[in-house]
Structures are given as structure tokens and as C-alpha cells.
């Protein structure tokens, strides 16, 4: 075959579970193709191997194409990269370009979110299936010049892995031993950690499957980077449901299942679509459903307007079937943003003062859920919601203002979902 040209090539295993799913090859010109092992294609029903993204069970030959992406990786990969503030930290680490993902990718490979491990190959092991996609091209394989020692964590607030020692947490690369994620006080955003704490527990209260949380002073913290901080003395910590004494534990977030990127988080894909596919092929279809009700009315009742696709996760305990994650990032945003509104539609809208059991009843409709079925879980939340909150949200560290907009904003719902104080 006669080649055209000549390009440089560099490339990235990727493995979960210890199997050989993938190869991410990095061209010249930051052309970026993603191609799945055909050995791991062919036998992954009939060998049991481990899922890589709910898509598959929605969509059975989805990874069977290269996926191919200039600059960004494809979102099934590019999702487990920070956004905001810590994805500047970790381009200014490297001294790259943030939109330039391959480098902060390789840079973290080893502890990204979930179970997916990203290594160099080196150039003699690139494989040419993963070179097909570029067959017009001779290509010139590189090594990766990319120290692996780091680790992401989607989101945008400034967040660090840790592992706890006693009464301490070291800020560390590691995935072993009792994991945690740290968040660090906001620069812009008041008292954030203490927020995000209340809205946790209360929704806790309110039957929400969360990990463990705590609040812990920043002189417990060792290793953490010098990074600008308000004049705050507390971070948040929330263990880690992607880690566990026997592993990791593979996870994705909706925008990963539904191939999108953070910047179509919000605007996309509404709660209707959440529950349809977790009801579809999700290993507790209604069970998870139900709960996923539950936090929608407890997201309506705490003024969370944050809470979009990349805020609903599943994850792989089996290495196989799909559960609805434990809740993260539940915050009450209207402490910081008013107006504020839920993230995505429910039943077409989002205004809270729109909201009814109606609307649930209406969604349980679309996603062919029975409406009992759901109503029980609800009136439930209201029943916890409106004995426990008042009195928890006296004792919680949110701070006095905040709880003040919190308990207009309940005065302000619908009579199905009003809680008095």
C-alpha cells in the first residue's frame, strides 16, 4: 500500500477489570480515535467480560466503531476528566492547553472515576486494529511523554482523592486503602461545604442512599495542593462508592451513557429519559426508578438546580448490571442562585412552584412505571421530609441565611410538597 504521508502516533491501553478493552491512539494534529479490542467485542456476552457503559445494553453494537475526536475525547472517556477549576489546575500542571484532553488523560489514567485503567503501550504493542481508522497514513509510533502519577475526578469544583489514616486524610494518587474525595472551600461560593453537607443528610433523612460524609477541619489534610482558598477552615468529605475494600468499582455518569458532553448537561436529556433506560435494562429496573423519584422530590424540596446528567450515575458492583449510584452532589443552589430551577425538564417543566404529585404522576406515565408505585415512595419523602427536616436543619451547619431561603422556598412549593416550620 502506498502511504500518502507520514504521522506520529501515541497511544493509551485501557483495561477495566483486568481485560483488554480498548486502545486510545493520539495523532499529530490532536486527532484522538478510541477503538475497542475486537477480542473483548466478540466475547463479551459470551464470556461474562466486564460492561463498559450502560449504552451497550441499550445499544448492542454501539462500541462496535472507531470513535474519532479532535482535541476532546470521546465523552464515554472525556467525562472522567475534571471541568472549572480543577481542570486548570491540572493543564497548568502539565503546561498544556485545557481543552487538549489526551495529555491530562494519559496524566491521570491510573485513578481515573470508576474502574477503567489508561496506560502508555509502548510503540512496538500498538495494535494495528487501533491504527485502522488512519490506514491512509504511515504511522510513526511514540512513546507517551506523560508522567502517570496523578488522578481526576469529574465535576467542577475543586475536588482531590484521598485516602483516611485514622483521624486524617492524605491527599493521594493511590486507590488503596479507605478512599475518599475531598472538596475544598469555594473561592466564590460561601460556605459551600457546609451546605452541601446539610443537604446530604437531610436528604439522607428522606431515605436517599448517600456514601458516608463528613465535615473535616483542613489542617487533617495532609498533601494538599497549594491552591487558592477563602478564608474557610472546613472541607467536605464523601467516601468514595467507585472504591472498595475488594476493588474498584466501574461507574459512568448519564452523560457518558448518553454520549454527551458537560456542555450539554443541562439541555439534553430530561428525567424522563434517566428513568426510561435505568428502567429498561437496569439490574433493579423499578427499585431504582423509585429511588430515583425519591431524590427528584427531595432535589425539588432542597432548591438543588444543579442536579444534571452528570450528577446521576450507575455503577457496575458485578462488573456486569447496571444499579442506580448512591446520591452526590446534592446542594441547595438556591442559597447562591435566584431564581434557581431544577436542572431538567419533569414532565416539561422545571419551575418548583410547578410541581405537584401530578407531575410525577405524569411522569410515571411517559417512563410506563405504575403511578402507585411511585406515589408510595413520594408520600414517603413528605411524611420524613416534613417530621425530621426542621427540626435537623435547627442543628445543621448551613449557615443562618441559607436556611432562612430554604425555609421560604418550602413555604413557596405547592401544597403536595410545602413543608412548615
Known sequence: MAYSREEHVQALGLTLHG????????????????????????????????VVTMRQLLQPDYLNHPFIHSQQLPPLLSNLLPEGSLREWMSSELKVNS??????FAWAGRNLPGAIIA?????DEIPDWSLSPRDKVSPIAMPVNVPARKFSLAGVQMKFSSVRQGARFSISESSDGESWIIKTPSTTHK??????YTSMKLAEAAGITIPEVKLVQLSDLDGLPD???PGESTAYAIRRFDRSDAGRIHTEDFAQIMGLYPVDKYGKVNHEQIAAALHQVGTQGLSDVQQLARRLLVNILLGNGDAHIKNWSVYYPDQLNPLLAPAYDIVSTIAYVEPDRLALNLNKHKDWDAMTFYSFEQWAKRIN????????HLQDVMEKARTLWPAMLDELPMLE????????????LKQDFRITT
Open 369 to 376: 412505571v405504575s403511578w402507585p408505585a411511585i406515589r408510595i
Open 119 to 123: 496506560e502508555p503501550l509502548p510503540p
Open 227 to 229: 491552591i487558592p482558598l
Open 19 to 50: 481485560v483488554h478493552i480498548a486502545v486510545l491512539a493520539h495523532f499529530a494534529g490532536n486527532k484522538n480515535i478510541l477503538t475497542f479490542n475486537p477480542d473483548y467485542l466478540s466475547g463479551q456476552v459470551a464470556q461474562d467480560l466486564p
Open 401 to 412: 441565611n441559607h436556611k432562612a431561603k430554604l425555609r421560604a422556598h418550602w413555604s413557596n
Open 99 to 104: 481543552i487538549n484532553e489526551f495529555p491530562m
Open 191 to 196: 460556605a459551600v461545604v457546609e451546605n452541601e
